[in-house]
């Protein structure tokens, strides 16, 4: 269920306003155990959001480090090196 909440911290290029949406949506969601809210709970889920949202960047925003910034495609790269081994690791251990 959390499977865009990545880090989001000193990469480069920086993270979007787009991929820290995503992230509050699926903070959101596993707290709230929906995955599409009820028509009467819809406002609150977006409101919700927005809010995770806002925080979520502020932080992003605040934090400082001495460290270089990731290459973004790097770790990219590895992700999807680690979700193919545990495809494969899955479609073998039948």
């Avoid at 596993?30 to 502020?58: C, H, I, W, Y």
Wanted: hydrophobic share 45%; net charge positive; with cysteine.
């Amino acid at each position: 269920m959390c499977r865009n909440i990545r880090t989001l911290f000193n990469f480069d290029p920086p993270a979007t306003d787009d991929e820290v949406r995503a992230a509050a949506v699926q903070f959101v969601r596993k707290l709230s155990g929906f995955t599409r809210p009820s028509q009467a709970n819809a406002a609150a889920f977006e409101q919700a959001v927005d809010e995770v949202a806002a925080v979520a960047r502020r932080l992003i925003d605040s934090l400082v480090t001495s460290a270089e910034p990731r290459d973004r495609a790097e770790w990219a790269a590895r992700a999807k090196a680690r979700a193919a081994n545990r495809y494969f690791a899955r479609t073998t251990a039948g």
